[in-house]
């Protein structure tokens, strides 16, 4: 099992910056991707950006250049930083634990991030 820990989030006016973190704990391997997803309402759940331990990241294009994932591989610790939000990036964001050798994934709770025009 892997427990995830989601911070971060809130409401911030359009052109603002927040950051998401989400920490991994319990049987987490060696190797493993941690992401971020969103889903707006009426939308289906997207990838954002996800990191591997090896440092390999994959980012939506609609966020590139605006968003950067980072991790503390000694933490199992990923960061979202989310600079010149815009109010299409309005979702609940979901972080996702996935073993590379194994379709097992494990989802957190969500956090909400609203962003004002």
């Known amino acids: 099992q892997v427990q995830l820990v989601e911070s971060g989030g809130g409401l911030v006016q359009a052109g603002g910056s927040l950051t998401l973190s989400c920490a991994a704990s319990g049987n987490t391997g060696s190797a493993n991707t941690i992401g971020w997803y969103r889903q707006a309402p009426g939308k289906q759940r997207e990838l954002v950006a996800s990191?591997?331990?090896?440092?390999?990241?994959n980012v939506a294009d609609s966020v590139k250049g605006r968003f950067t994932i980072s991790r503390d591989n000694a933490k199992n610790t990923v960061h979202l930083q989310m600079n010149s939000l815009k109010p299409e990036d309005t979702a609940v964001y979901y972080c996702?634990?996935?073993?590379?050798?194994?379709?097992?994934?494990?989802w957190g709770q969500g956090t909400q991030v609203s962003v004002s025009s």
């Open positions: 996702r634990f996935a073993y590379p050798w194994s379709s097992q994934t494990y």
């Open positions: 990191i591997s331990n090896s440092g390999n990241t």
